[in-house]
């Protein structure tokens, strides 16, 4: 029998994304979260869901020059330019530590080339402690002058073939939102294996000093990320888990479990805190707490009751 | 190197001249964990907008636990910190950062600007507390005008180390910038010079004490998302073309590792 009157202080949290099983649905976005580390003084690292860490590439990269970020109305514009050590230094220097928190450890990856994508998945499958593979397909195609893999279907299904066929991982593709039809990417994905979607990605956006008369960011252009662009992904969110049956992560200006909950009524079975952690570091970890207390007070019996819980006439 | 995000209460406001406002926080930890040189996130207001944190460095702490920030109002974020009453709290993240690295056995000379001299007073006394004898050492402020640098001259007059002012107009100390002042000194070779402020003003110290040949710790300010190294957003230039992040290789560098083109 349930227990009476008093509440259960462990309230049913957890998630499957595939073969991927979440002790909540509450991931850190890449990017924002470093390699974890950052954040052991202020988050207690064994609470979250799980660590999507920096996107790595097969070699290192020295990323854009500055000015990198800017701050804009309810979010900030960056254009890091994917500055990472390379697979090779991140297996050997950060895996040790990420190995340690009693949380899942997703590695997301990056190339300008289908061979790069191969490369990566390749060395991180025989790396010990890494749960999951997060595919970034927002990055230009070298070879095809430049075009981001994550703006063709056809081009999103072939990076996800090459990772799917080159690792027993579960792989999780992490979408642009920089798309006419998210949907069409999306059920291309799916069809060539991906076992999860994670979206959005950042927004392109530009931002000009009127002083200056130059953009703001050495890139001119750069990602908005944010509370801002909470509604697009909404919809994205919504969009993509009426058109696929793999699950949907939820990505885009989460600062709360309001916000985390709004996703996972659209349809997300877990969510992605990122820009968030800047102004909160501990913001991933409020989300933990902030959705086991709805799931106590509104009697439900596990999370998972209200994925997709959508209500419409 | 821990950090602590705190709500910390305002125990005091200072207007000190129209645009600049000196805060002082009751933030234990941070207090007690911070080193000169270092800085703390702090948000301003509670709202989304502005969304990002603001940098400020730790002007000095207390051991019961105060702490100070300095600083001049130049935009949102430090406008509405200078709307800040008496009695309410401010969401406060740190200490952050590398500090000054400090040498007991070596003569010192600390050279501020503007709000440059912010890092410094915290500086100043931690470099008393270590070292026997300050004779020979030295404090530079500098300023636009007297009213900018009068306020904070009496916290340096606690020290035993010489002070010396100037002023873009005049109307305090010498009639110049501070590196006219440098030049007038004989820094000792084995002399650190600590200096913080405007860009070009930390970058001709830092040309002077090269010619000199004398060793220059500098602390520079970069735009901050996060401020403890996890946004990559805070690059500049490093000697060698490559990148440093300012907020955790930083914000104090040896002026030799920068891409500064001296
Ligand atoms: C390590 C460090 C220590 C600092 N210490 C002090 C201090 O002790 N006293 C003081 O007065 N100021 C200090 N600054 C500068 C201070 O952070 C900026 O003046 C402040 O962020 C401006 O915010 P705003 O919203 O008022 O201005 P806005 O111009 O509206 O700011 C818009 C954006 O630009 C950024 N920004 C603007 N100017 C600067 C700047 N000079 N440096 C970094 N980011 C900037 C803001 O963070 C914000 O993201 C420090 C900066 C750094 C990096
Ligand atoms: C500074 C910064 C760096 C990021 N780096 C990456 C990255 O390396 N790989 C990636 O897939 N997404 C990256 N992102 C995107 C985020 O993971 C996330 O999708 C996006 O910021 C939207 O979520 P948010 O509004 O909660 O920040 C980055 C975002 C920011 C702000
Ligand atoms: S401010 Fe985020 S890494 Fe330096």
Known sequence: ????????????????????????????????????????????????????????????????????????????LNAIGLENVGVDRFIELKMPYLRGIDTQIIVNILGDSLEEYRHITEKLSQVPGIAAIE????????????????????????????????????????????????????????????????????LIGMAIDLRTKRPCLANVIGGLSGPAIKPVALRMVYLVARSVSIPVIGIGGIESAEDALEFMLAGATAVQVGTASFINPRASEEVVEGIGDYVIREKLQSVRDIIGALESD | MSQYQENATIIRFEQLTDTNVR???????????????????????????????????????????????????????????????????????????????????????LVGGGMGIAPLLFLAKRICQVKQNTETDMIVLGGRTRKEIEPLLSDFQFFDIGIMTVTDDGSLGMHGMVTDVLKTLSLPNNCIVYTCGPEPMMKSVAALCREQKVDCQVSVESVMACGMGACLGCTIKAKDDRYVHVCSDGPVFKTEDLGWNL
Do not use: W
């Open chain 1, 135 to 202: 595919v970034n397909i927002s990055c230009p195609n070298v070879k095809k002058g430049g075009v981001a893999f994550g703006s063709d279907p056809d081009m999103a299904a072939a990076v996800t073939r090459v990772v799917r066929d080159n690792t027993s991982l579960p792989v999780i593709v992490k979408l642009s939102p920089n798309v006419t039809d998210i949907s069409l990417i999306a059920m291309a994905v799916e069809q060539a294996g991906a076992d999860a979607v994670s979206l959005i990605n950042t």
């Open chain 1, 1 to 76: 029998m349930e227990f009476v009157g008093n509440h259960d202080p462990f309230p049913d949290l957890r998630v499957k994304i595939g073969a991927l099983e979440l002790q909540n649905p509450v991931l850190t976005a890449s990017g924002t979260f470093g390699y974890a580390r950052e954040f052991v003084d202020l988050v207690n690292l064994h609470r979250l869901g799980g660590v999507v860490v920096k996107g790595i590439s097969l070699f290192p990269r020295m990323g854009n020059p500055p000015p990198r970020i800017v701050e804009t109305a309810c979010g900030m």
């Open chain 2, 23 to 109: 805060l002082t926080l009751q933030t234990e930890e941070i207090a007690q964990a911070a080193k000169p040189g270092q800085f703390v996130m702090i948000r301003a207001g509670k709202s989304k907008d502005p969304l990002l944190r603001r940098p400020f460095s730790i002007h000095q702490t207390s051991s019961n636990g105060r702490m100070q920030v300095l600083f001049k109002v130049t935009g949102r974020g430090t406008g509405l910190l200078a709307h800040c009453k008496e009695g309410e709290t401010l969401s406060v993240f740190g200490p952050l950062g590398r500090g000054f690295s400090i040498d007991p056995a070596r003569p010192v000379c």
